[in-house]
Every structure is written in C-alpha cells, then in structure tokens.
C-alpha cells in the first residue's frame, strides 16, 4: 500500500513515501544491521553548537527492553505497537557540556529522528513515532537519569494487514494523508 503524499512541487522519494502505519507485520524482523544506515543518518543531523543532544534506546521484539517499553505503552498504542519489530525510545541531553540548559536539546533530537525516518523509509522500513506511553514509568524501567530525558517512541518495521486493525483504525489506515496547504505553512 502506498500512501505516496501529493505535493504541489516535488519532493524526495523518500520523504513522499515516508508514511505512519498501525499495521506492522508481526512476523517480521529486524537486526540492528538492518537499522544501521538510519542510526547513522541520525547521527548525521545537524545540531547547535554540535552538541548532538541524542541518544537512542533501541528494543528488538523479544527482547528485555521491547517488552519494558510495551508495557508502558498507551492503551491505544498497546493495540497495534507490540507488532512492530523494534521499538525505539528516544533520549535528549537537556544540559550543555557546562550544566546549562540546553534548549534546542529537544529540536536537535527531533531533526535527528526526522534523518532517522527519512532513512529508513528509504531502506524500506515503515516508522511510526508516539508520544503516547507512561514516560515516568519508562524513565525508571530504563533507568534514563538526568540530564537525559526520554521525550519520544518510534516505532519500525514491516507493513503488515490492514484488514487485521480494528474498524476506526482501519480507516485510518487505508484513508488518504492531509496536510495544510503550502500557503497556510509559507507566509
Ligand atoms: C511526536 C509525535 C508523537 C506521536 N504520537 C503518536 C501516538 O502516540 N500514537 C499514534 O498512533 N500516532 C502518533 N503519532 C503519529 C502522527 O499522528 C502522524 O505522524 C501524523 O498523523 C501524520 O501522519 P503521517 O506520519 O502518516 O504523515 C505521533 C507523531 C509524532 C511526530
């Protein structure tokens, strides 16, 4: 299923091709081979002073840390999540080198997992990211302690059927993408 977006100008294949699925194949594997040509494109973003605020936790289905991670997924994401192949936590530094806060901390580990997406798509791999899981819960299951703060999931793996997804989320599924118009975005 290609769910390609429609743009007004063209854009990379990638980044049109790069869509959010609910429906992963549950079958399907990945290694952390398979997912290293995203890492490295994370590791490649840019970010200010070159402080590189970001770390990634990374769970493989059947592994300890996948499961710590579904168990403090949302309930709504607990219904579709565990069926990715690897689960993905992601981690910013809030302070700089000295101890002050670093504000772009969560900009910066954004535009990483933005490159960390773009890449994947491109290696075939869908990836879905979530706000949606217990962060104090997964903070102490992970044992993340300051200044590094979890901020977000993501989830990685094959398509699976989206006739397996319960109604509402079927249509989600299967319906078209929007987004604002390019004139509401660009002033
Ligand atoms: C930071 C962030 C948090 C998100 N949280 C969730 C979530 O908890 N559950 C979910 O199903 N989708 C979540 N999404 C996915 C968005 O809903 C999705 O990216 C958006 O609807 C655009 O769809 P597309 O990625 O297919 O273009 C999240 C996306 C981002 C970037």
């Known amino acids: 299923m290609s769910k390609r977006a429609v743009t007004e100008y063209p854009i990379n294949d990638a980044m049109a091709n790069r869509w ?3 429906s992963f194949d549950p079958t399907a594997v990945l290694t952390s ?10 590791r490649w973003a840019p970010s200010a002073n070159n402080l590189q605020p970001w770390q990634f936790i990374v769970g ?4 300890e840390t996948f499961a710590k991670i579904v168990n403090d997924l949302s ?4 219904g579709w999540a565990p069926d990715a192949s690897a689960l993905v936590v992601t981690v910013a530094n809030t302070h700089t080198a000295s ?7 969560r900009y910066d580990l954004g535009q990483s997992v933005a490159h960390f997406t773009i890449q994947a798509t491109a290696d075939g791999h869908m990836t879905h990211q979530m706000g949606g899981f217990d962060i104090d819960a997964l903070t ?4 993340v302690t300051e200044p590094w703060e979890i901020v977000s999931l993501i989830a990685v793996g094959a ?13 989600a599924e299967t319906g078209p993408r929007e987004r604002k118009p390019l004139t509401e975005v660009v002033r």
């Open 20 to 22: 959010s699925p609910r």
């Open 33 to 42: 081979a398979d997912l290293g040509p995203a890492f490295e494109a994370a």
């Open 60 to 63: 493989y289905r059947g592994d």
């Open 75 to 78: 309930g709504f994401n607990a």
């Open 99 to 105: 101890g002050r806060d670093n504000a772009y901390a």
């Open 140 to 143: 102490i299951a992970l044992g």
């Open 159 to 171: 398509l699976g059927d989206p006739n397996k997804l319960p109604e509402d989320r079927r249509d």
